[in-house]
């Protein structure tokens, strides 16, 4: 038996009865069927999309402050509007996916941020004012925000339990790898290119998705068993035997079959895995993730480094990929918390805390309360993304960081204290967890 959350034991904590053999042979199949890899890379493209849009302005920023035409000529004040606006769409884009992702599940909400995405995107690269450069990234900053909400859950709850951890890093990967291709692209093409370049994986996601399934835990939640049933097969392979998995996850769904109401989100088995990653969000963001990206290059010009902006934005780039590929390889061996505690942001406090809030988020109100968090994650970087620049501009670069490197220090009690450790268990298992009330993680 594996060990327990943070220790836990009991007879309380297993939901379910044990049946090593069907549950390995389904962990077998699943990790032997390649097709839950290939539904997996469909879905993260939106997340590549996501992170290429993400840095977009970091080239893009000095280019335009120096621009022959007036009409997009960035003062220092749209500069600040340019770079944040983003993250305005991306907060929007969390509350639509409040209810998009329990409306039209999660594989539908997925492809359809690719309608504004598409849309931003070509704005930007037709722009011919300051105002199609602000629409066009709000649209793209909307589809953000949506993907944020919607594919970390679908990709937790299509993955078999041993590679969950492996896979749900993969949003991350991707959005760091759509950055640094980002920035790659940026030393050879001019902005509007970029713009242009940016609609292939847009494309290319909705291609992919339409043809792998939805989720068989969304689809059981709309009383469509023979499509779960079905879902759950192809994901997990011909031979794979997964009748105990799916009667785990049927078991579940019919326990919380009803939405959930006001008086349920009082009970403390919702509120406290909701509250423990809105603070995850919130933290996450206050690290200064989001304006030290959007800003990259102009932080950088700003200092005495001996290399190029632009080389040094996308060394940066470089050694963030590599930083969530080996998080990506060790969480489902180290665990979460310990990533948390010993690695940088890339390791820790960026792939992890998204994976947390999918693992831990109970079924039943998941599709809000993601959508809650990527809400409350992007006001929070808009807020500091918008103020960024007019504090570098009246303090100077150090205050903002020594900002920033107080709340590392803060997150690090908070992992401490409240974050559960997830590594090997299934999403009903966690579920369990939290309803035996055995471990008071906010006292």
Request: aromatic share 12%.
């Amino acid at each position: 038996m594996q060990e327990p959350l943070l220790g836990a034991e009991g007879p309380g904590y297993d939901t379910f009865p044990e049946e090593p053999a069907p549950e390995d042979r389904s962990r077998v199949g699943a990790l032997q069927n390649k097709r839950v890899f290939l539904a997996t890379f469909a879905a993260v493209l939106g997340n590549f999309s996501f992170g290429y849009a993400l840095v977009y302005t970091s080239p893009v920023i000095p280019a335009l402050e120096h621009a022959s035409d007036p009409e997009l000529r960035l003062t220092k004040s749209q500069a600040s509007w340019f770079g944040s606006v983003f993250t305005l769409g991306a907060a929007t884009g969390g509350l639509s996916a409040m209810v998009l992702n329990d409306l039209l599940g999660r594989k539908l909400s997925i492809m359809f941020s690719a309608a504004p995405s598409a849309a931003g995107y070509a704005l930007m690269a037709g722009a011919h004012g300051f105002w199609m450069l602000l629409l066009g990234r709000t649209l793209t900053g909307f589809a953000g925000g949506l993907t944020a909400a919607c594919i970390p859950v679908y990709v937790s709850e299509i993955s078999p339990p041993r590679v969950r951890g492996a896979l749900g890093a993969t949003p991350q990967l991707m959005a760091v790898f759509g950055s640094l291709s980002l920035y790659a692209l940026g030393l050879r093409l001019p902005w509007r290119w970029l713009a242009v370049a940016g609609e292939v994986p847009v494309l290319a996601m909705i291609l992919l998705l339409s043809f792998m399934p939805n989720s068989p835990r969304f689809l059981l939640s709309r009383g469509r068993d023979e499509e779960a049933l079905q879902a759950l097969a192809w994901l997990r392979g011909a031979h794979a035997d997964i009748r105990w998995e799916f009667e785990q996850i049927q078991d579940n769904v019919q326990r919380q079959s009803s939405r959930m109401s006001w008086a349920e989100a009082r009970d403390p088995e919702v509120y406290r895995p909701i509250i423990i990653a809105l603070l995850m969000r919130f933290l996450q963001q206050l690290t200064g993730i989001t304006p030290i990206l959007v800003y990259l290059q102009s932080i950088f010009a700003s200092t005495a480094v001996l290399l190029p902006p632009e080389d040094d934005a996308a060394i940066v780039g470089a050694v963030r990929l590599f930083s969530v590929l080996i998080a990506a390889l060790t969480m489902d061996l180290a665990g979460r918390k310990v990533l948390l505690f010993v690695s940088g942001y890339a390791m820790g406090w960026g792939p992890i805390t998204w994976l947390l809030m999918s693992e831990i988020l109970p079924l039943r109100a998941r599709g809000v309360a993601s959508g809650l968090c990527v809400l409350a994650s992007w006001l929070t970087a808009f807020a500091l993304t918008k103020s960024f620049l007019p504090v570098v501009n009246t303090f100077g670069l150090q205050v903002p960081f020594f900002f920033f490197a107080a709340i590392c220090l803060v997150n690090l009690v908070f992992t401490g204290c409240c974050v559960p450790e997830t590594k090997g268990r299934s999403l009903e298992q966690i579920e369990s967890f939290f309803r035996t009330r055995r471990w008071s993680f906010l006292r």
